[in-house]
């Protein structure tokens, strides 16, 4: 299946950043790999339904410093659903709504989701039960009130995405470009875990592993968190909850469906 790995934090942070060990879950994943940012309020997505460590763009997208955000959603594909490989089926994707570019992945299978999951506006570009997810996903916020910015609306979401749970298997990133939305599957699914991280300067920040680090484009401090499908390292790393969803702004968590934002595991780590 696939695996997804997303950063929000409270500055942006260079896009020279390692995430070999995260691509070397791309050699079981090898449908496709996909990487998006926000460098302002649009974003910016680089895709391809060919193996991470196929791709010539990976290299790039690690040595080029001048790839600013504070939100990364990171992917690599494991076809479940769709036929051939195609950059249409490749996650993530993109959607506009109320102003605001949405960005979306999935790992998992949702059955049935053409008949359970009607759609509006919204159209899949592709074949994938992940991108019609997304879109019936935003339809759904767009007959809201187009907005996910405040406890009640997150805690709409959670509701939703546990009703569409039940349908399948769904841990999934969204991004509205300020707020990161994670949730993992009711079920367990392969799992989610989350990683706080501070930088200093133009540290590097290793997570007591050499081949994952992260460097910081900037000269003060900058906080955050890592989420992936499993911890990129040996230690310091949280799971979510079954089912839970955790909403992370500025590089805090603002909400968790199933524990308080002042929890433990999730206060940002102390200076020095």
Known sequence: MCEVMALCFARPLSADFSIREFARRGEENADGWGLAWYPDRSVAVVKEPIPWQASKYTGFLETYHGLLSAIYIAHVRHKTVGGALTHADTHPFVRELDGREYCFAHNGTVTGFAEHLPLGRYRPVGDTDSEHLFCHLLEEVARRDGRLTGEAGWRWLYEKLSAVNRLGKVNCLLSDGERLFCYHDAAGHKGLALRKVRVRGHETRRFEDEEVRIDLGGESSDHG????????????????????????????????????????????????
Do not use: D, K, N, Y
């Not at 990129?232 to 839970?244: M, N």
């Not at 955790?246 to 199933?258: A, K, P």
């Open 225 to 272: 968190f890592v989420v992936a499908t499993q911890p990129l390292s040996r230690s310091g790393w949280h799971r979510f909850g079954l089912g839970e969803l955790i909403v992370l702004e500025g590089g805090v968590v603002r909400f968790s469906s199933h524990r308080s934002p002042s929890a433990p595991e999730f206060a940002p780590r102390p200076a020095g």
